[in-house]
């Protein structure tokens, strides 16, 4: 590492620098400048360098993380001695000015020790605290032993008893986070465009991922091409999930987003694949009051109407005829992607139309049967009334 005398190259001169007041508690991005000792100093561009304990800033293995002319971001503490103290982090292997942290509101940085009545014991450094379930996070675990092990940042909202009595609250810190993040995104996000989100939370209507600072609901409409897909078919909590942007109300809250329409359009190949007049096998998706949905291939379901159903008999309900999973062998008699339709028939199926239009066509072939045989019949009876004839004239002839 390079000593103290090179930081003076770095160091904008004074007449040059805008000059900063630093407040307690104010974060900043600080510039390492220099080495000394134990003593790590930074331009803060205020009037004096600032200074932080070196041992913020080593690994675990005692190394240094950062050299002349890295950015690290800070919280100011109060001056002491004309000098102008930083740290990175209160609490953990950092310093530990947890009165100075709680009055000027510096986040401190903790490990979850263990689960106790009422929340969580945690480790700030030597020190410990507690951290009431409701403020571990901003949405509560199934399991709260899941929080176990993990190094978290909190904010002290009660120090007692000269720091015997510390309670904390994570969610006060990722509340901040989160506005700050919900406002960048009221300025960035548009309709129209696809984002990546975390899953939140599952329910029977939709689920609802996390943008990064807020969070934008899928209906089941907007879930799958597949009208049988339920959520937790899909969805996990904790997936990262790639939606469309369907509509933003940010006056009240609300963010409309699409997962299917980040899918491949299943109805694209069904136009290229399906054929009127085909026969093939499906199976029932659901029934309804009018008739019965059929799912032909993933994502693309046609509609056998109820009038089509019950083999000729009237039917009040599809139930009466069939039941949801079952396979049918249908035939295709209309196809309609632009509005995502398909008409279909149980195999075999004739319309009341055609079976009239058959009735008819074997009443005509019936009337020409019944005319042919009737011209037979009588050209038969012709030819024997003439052999009568000529019999008779033949025994007058032998007469005479």
């Known amino acids: 590492m390079e000593e103290a005398l090179s930081f003076a190259e770095l160091l904008k001169s004074e007449d040059n620098k805008k000059i900063r007041r630093v407040k307690p508690g104010q974060k900043l991005t600080a510039t390492v400048v220099g080495f000394s000792g134990e003593a790590v100093f930074l331009d803060v561009g205020a009037k004096s360098e600032g200074v932080i304990d070196a041992a913020e800033l080593r690994d675990e293995n005692g190394e240094m993380t950062v050299a002349i002319g890295d950015s690290v971001a800070v919280y100011a503490l109060a ?6 103290p930083f740290t990175t982090r209160i609490g953990g292997r950092g310093s530990a000015h947890l009165e100075e942290a709680f009055e000027n509101g510096i986040p401190v940085e903790g490990v979850v020790k263990a689960e106790i009545k009422g929340g969580f014991e945690i480790a700030l450094g030597a020190v410990r605290a507690f951290c009431p379930y409701s403020q571990i996070g901003l949405r509560r675990l199934a399991d709260p032993t899941a929080y176990i092990g993990q190094t978290l940042s909190f904010r002290i909202s009660r120090y007692g008893e000269n720091g015997r009595n510390i309670v904390l609250s994570a969610r006060a810190l990722q509340e901040e986070e989160q506005a700050a993040r919900r406002e960048d995104l009221r300025r960035n996000l548009k309709e129209g465009d696809t984002v990546e989100g975390e899953v939140s939370s599952i329910r029977d209507f939709g689920v609802f991922v996390d943008l990064g600072g807020t969070d934008g609901l899928i209906p089941l409409s907007e879930m799958s091409w597949n009208r049988g897909d339920t959520p937790n078919d899909i969805f996990h909590i904790g997936q990262k999930a790639r939606v469309l942007v369907k ?20 109805w694209q190949e069904a136009a290229a694949r399906l054929t009127i007049g085909e026969t093939l096998t499906g ?23 109820i009038s089509k159903l019950g083999a000729g008999k009237k039917i009040h309900h599809p139930r009466e005829a069939l039941e949801e999973g079952q396979q049918i062998e249908v035939t295709i008699e209309e196809i309609q992607p632009q509005e995502r339709r398909v008409s279909l028939a149980p195999s075999g199926y004739v319309s009341p139309e055609k079976k009239e ?24 009876f012709g030819a024997l009334l003439q052999a009568k004839l000529a019999e008779k004239q033949g025994k007058t002839g032998k007469r005479r």
Do not use: C
């Open 79 to 84: 001056a002491r001695a004309g000098a102008q």
């Open 357 to 380: 239009e058959e009735g008819r066509e074997e009443f005509r072939q019936f009337q020409r049967q019944s005319r042919k045989e009737a011209a037979s019949q009588i050209g038969g």
């Open 283 to 305: 199976t029932v998706a659901r029934l309804t009051p009018f008739g019965a949905f059929v799912t032909l291939m993933p994502g693309v379901d046609g509609l056998v109407h």
């Open 247 to 266: 509509k933003l109300d940010w006056d009240n809250g609300k963010i409309s987003l699409s997962y299917k329409e980040t899918l491949a359009d299943p």
